[in-house]
Nanobody, 122 residues
Framework: QVQLVESGGGLVQAGGSLRLSCAASGRTFSRYAMGWFRQAPGKEREFVAV????????YYTPSVKGRFTISRDNAKNTVYLQMNSLEPEDTALYYCAASRSFVTTVGPYDYWGQGTQVTVSS
């Protein structure tokens, strides 16, 4: 029911910033919690951040807290991930996903985008 398309990835040097966007289709976007996940080669998909449908609640994985900010604009059916002070360890394919509940695990997310690549050089 929800189609997601990420954009905004690219190559940036350490200490730089990027803003990822995720455009969603569907008439029930505001009902979903929206999460950002990332996956580096040879590693499992990792939770990064989540925001509730109401935008009231957010949660971040400890490694990005203070550097990344998740936000959403329900009127535009879009969720964002502002990434500052990027580190080489942040290099990964970043995915946005939609869930009916506010969770940090992969399983409950029903819809996924195809990902956008973020590469951080030293």
């Amino acid at each position: 029911q929800v189609q997601l398309v990420e954009s905004g990835g690219g190559l940036v040097q350490a200490g730089g910033s990027l803003r990822l966007s995720c455009a969603a289709s569907g008439r029930t976007f505001s009902r979903y919690a929206m999460g950002w996940f990332r996956q580096a080669p040879g590693k499992e998909r990792e939770f990064v951040a989540v925001i509730s449908g109401s935008t009231i609640s957010t949660y971040y994985t400890p490694s990005v807290k203070g550097r990344f900010t998740i936000s959403r604009d329900n009127a535009k059916n879009t969720v964002y991930l502002q990434m500052n002070s990027l580190e080489p360890e942040d290099t990964a394919l970043y995915y946005c996903a939609a869930s009916r509940s506010f969770v940090t695990t992969v399983g409950p997310y029903d819809y996924w985008g195809q990902g956008t690549q973020v590469t951080v050089s030293s």
